[in-house]
């Protein structure tokens, strides 16, 4: 099998296969934001939620239910800013997916990357890297919501996490970003072939 890549190419496609995956399971899980809520761990994501409270009708009470899942609709999301970070770091995973299945294609097909497309694929690289960062840098923006002051010893607020902690899958969305920012989009200019041209 021929392949339209160079050398330089196949890493690409490999770094940005990586990239694309680190960013979107970081986005998917929830646990960008952790803390502690009637003594049992909680935490959130930007669409999605681990532990929450459901009245208890036997007792009469509130009950954690210990159990991950979607806020029922985007409008239960806690927070504008949580909203807006869903759907501009959602469209720059996207983004970066795209580009990452198109890559591996080229690892396979002949003429399917030449340097032409391999540099705009590293310009479409970069903008999904900078919306997931623009996501990132929104998110905390949200923590003075009622759900994460709840959650947070009734301290957080924005920019500030008061008893909660950052989880791993905000960096691992991060880091996905800046990968494919920064080493992605340098790698993607050496990407493609040279077009042959033939004289008709």
Known sequence: MASSLTCAGVVWALLSFLCAATSCIGFFMPYWLLGSQMGKPVSFGTFRRCSY???????????????????ASFQGIPSLEWRICTVVTGAGCGLLLLVALTAMMGCCVTD???????????GIQ????????SGCALYPLGWDSEEVRQTCSNSSDQFDL???EIGWA????????VL????????ACFAGKKQKHYPY
């Open 53 to 71: 409270p459901v009245r208890d009708e036997a007792r009469g009470g509130t009950v954690m239910l210990e159990q991950c899942g979607r806020y």
């Open 112 to 122: 399917l990357i030449s340097r032409t497309i391999g540099r705009v694929a590293g």
């Open 126 to 133: 970069f903008v999904g890297g900078l919306l997931i960062g």
């Open 162 to 164: 008061g008893s909660c």
């Open 170 to 177: 905000y960096y691992c969305t991060g880091a996905g970003a």
């Open 180 to 187: 494919a920012m920064l080493l992605c989009t340098w790698m």
